[in-house]
Structure formats: structure tokens, C-alpha cells
Nanobody
């Protein structure tokens, strides 16, 4: 099992940037594809981005493609989400997790609020 702690959220104006971090404990972080997800008030949690174990392949939701960049540092057991050109509709609690997520425990997430 991997224990996850997300950080880096905050309040930012539309068009601004934030960089989220997800620190993972556990010896086998490097064997997992990792992903970022988000949940806005009153909505289901949705996929944002994922990155394979080597970092070679990344995938993005259409809504964030070209604005967000996922990366990872296996030596630091950390996955990042660089978010640029933020929009009010990006407002949500952001979570990271290993994929597939079925049966996994979620961290507390980090709140991102984008003002218009």
C-alpha cells in the first residue's frame, strides 16, 4: 500500500499557475503508474492526468490538455502537477493515487481555487 500526501494548492486568479506535489511513502512507488484526479463540489471525482512508471508516457483529460503537465521523481517518491492558464472551472480538491485506483485509499487532497 502507498500512503499519499498532496500539497501545493491555494487561491489563484484565472490565468495563474500552481504546482501540486504528491509525496508517497512505500518502497514500491516506482512500480506504479500514478495519476492526478480532482473533485469539484457536487461532482464526481474525475481523472486529470497520469504518468507511467518511467515517466515516458503521460495522459491528460481533454479539459486540461496543453495547460497541465504531470511529472514524477522516483528518487523522491513524488509526483507533480504543473498547472498553467488556470480557469475557474479548475476549482476542485486535487488528489493523487496509484492506478488502477480500485480498492485504494485516498489522501486528504489539496484545494485549488481559481477566481475569475
Amino acid at each position: 500500500q502507498v500512503h499519499l500526501v498532496e500539497s501545493g494548492g491555494g487561491l489563484v486568479q484565472a490565468g495563474g499557475s500552481l504546482r501540486l506535489s504528491c509525496a508517497a511513502s512505500g518502497r514500491i512507488f516506482g512500480v506504479y503508474t500514478m495519476g492526478w484526479f480532482r473533485q469539484a463540489p457536487g461532482k464526481e471525482r474525475e481523472f486529470v492526468a497520469s504518468i507511467t512508471t518511467s515517466g515516458k508516457n503521460t495522459y491528460y483529460a481533454d479539459s486540461v490538455k496543453g495547460r497541465f503537465t504531470i511529472s514524477r521523481d522516483n528518487a523522491k517518491n513524488t509526483v507533480y502537477l504543473q498547472m498553467n492558464s488556470l480557469k475557474p472551472e479548475d476549482t476542485a480538491v486535487y488528489y493523487c493515487n496509484a492506478l488502477p485506483t480500485s480498492g485504494r485509499t485516498w489522501g486528504q487532497g489539496t484545494q485549488v481555487t481559481v477566481s475569475s
